[in-house]
């Protein structure tokens, strides 16, 4: 039987044989099947893998739906918006740049925070988001004997995770063991230049005075770290009752 060489195939060649553009036509069509099954499978393994990462980030019910969109902006908090967006869209782990959200309780500090991990969480960074005493609530359950992950484990992913977000710094009871694993989780960021971002409703002298023994060395790390953004207005919580 004669051969012709098509592609990386002999196929067979003659006067019995089916026309080539037809041949051609169903190899185009099996190509075409091959790479929208490859498509469908990546996909399925990026829907998979950004679902594990949310599960792992923390990241509370509520605040899922925390989006930029979702964001009202009006003239006291568009900066604000603007630079927590321009963080999202040129984020690089590699840098270690943050931001330290500032203002009065219910101004959007933290829906913006979840903005932001919302985002990075969609292109597949790791994340944690949590207030320090979830976190720390987090750590005291390795305590137990039944405890699915160490102690180790879960400072190692506070301290290496692309961005952690501490939200609402300073409403935390502070004792000398919350003392040190908030400086050693910051620290370790600090010097591994690992994205940090924090929000709080409380003067930063005060956080220092909460912090007796590490304050004033929590704080200028923070500062060193965290662009600040301030957001000021009236709470949006409380802002339909006024009406």
């Excluded at 927590?84 to 782990?93: H, I, N, S």
């Excluded at 292109?123 to 750590?139: D, K, M, P, R």
């Excluded at 502070?174 to 230049?193: D, I, L, S």
């Excluded at 023994?213 to 600040?228: P, Q, S, Y």
Aim: glycine share 6%.
């Amino acid at each position: 039987m004669t051969t012709v060489r098509l592609g990386d195939q002999d196929v067979p060649f003659g006067p019995w044989v089916c026309d080539c553009s037809e041949w051609q036509l169903r190899q185009e069509e099996r190509r075409l099947r091959r790479q929208l099954q490859r498509e469908q499978e990546e996909h399925e393994r990026r829907r998979k893998r950004i679902e594990a990462l949310f599960q792992a980030s923390g990241l509370p019910a509520r605040w899922r739906r925390r989006t930029f969109r979702d964001f009202e902006v009006n003239d006291q908090n568009r900066e604000a918006y603007e630079r927590a967006l321009r963080f999202a869209e040129a984020f690089d782990p590699r840098e270690g740049e943050g931001l330290l959200f500032v203002g009065p309780v219910g101004t959007g500090k933290t829906h913006l925070a979840a903005a932001i991990a919302l985002e990075l969480l969609a292109q597949e960074h790791t994340v944690v988001f949590g207030t320090i005493g979830s976190l720390l609530a987090e750590l005291r359950s390795t305590f137990d004997e039944s405890a699915r992950e160490t102690e180790a484990a879960v400072l190692r992913r506070l301290k290496r995770c692309d961005l952690l977000v501490l939200d609402d710094l300073g409403k935390e009871k502070v004792t000398e063991w919350v003392e040190q694993v908030v400086f050693e989780v910051v620290n370790a960021r600090y010097e591994e230049q690992r994205s940090l971002i924090v929000t709080t409703n409380m003067p930063l002298r005060e956080v220092r005075a909460r912090y007796p023994n590490v304050g004033e060395a929590l704080v200028d790390r923070i500062l060193e770290m965290c662009d600040g953004v301030r957001l000021e207005g009236a709470s949006w919580r409380r802002r339909g009752l006024a009406q």
